[in-house]
């Protein structure tokens, strides 16, 4: 007489309840540490772009003085409050001029996220520098008729 055999193949629920438990977890972790690691790369673009913003302002104004510190110029610095249109912080170059009176001679502007550069009325240089609030001019002292002094140039 054949004697019938029994085999079960396969899992039980049970099994297959751990095994989906234990697969949600691991997924779950790998979930938490992606989203981590995506939110300090995110950071460190912004972080980026703000520096890489502040480099270029810094250039500008470097290469602004660097140009028109010379004899008989001299820097003002001011800061307009425009309602409703922000504020605009203004470094201005002037000179005297063979008559006795002075004359712009360039400017240098931040107003709503644009730092623009002008050289008797013309635009010779613009940039947008979205990440920054406001760069504010200073003139601390400045030397007549050297061309010397000492600028505060700040950025926010």
């Not at 008559?99 to 940039?127: H, I, M, P």
Request: proline fraction near 1%; charged fraction near 20%.
């Amino acid at each position: 007489m054949t004697g019938k055999r029994s085999h079960k193949q396969g899992f039980t629920l049970i099994e297959l309840l751990v095994a989906i438990f234990l697969t949600s977890i691991v997924f779950s972790m790998a979930l938490g540490i992606y989203l981590s690691v995506s939110a300090v790369n995110s950071d460190l673009g912004a972080d980026a772009d703000v520096r890489d913003q502040l480099t270029d302002a810094q250039m500008a104004v470097t290469d602004f003085v660097r140009r028109y510190d010379a004899a008989g110029r001299t820097y003002t610095a001011d800061r307009d409050s425009i309602p409703g249109e922000g504020n605009t912080y203004t470094l201005t170059v002037t000179e005297m001029t063979e008559g006795g009176t002075t004359a712009q001679v360039a400017e240098l502007s931040f107003s709503d996220g644009t730092l623009t550069w002008t050289e008797n009325g013309t635009e010779v240089r613009a940039l947008t520098l979205e990440n920054l609030e406001g760069i504010s001019f200073e003139v601390l002292y400045t030397e007549e008729g050297s061309g010397g002094g000492l600028l505060r140039c700040t950025m926010t």
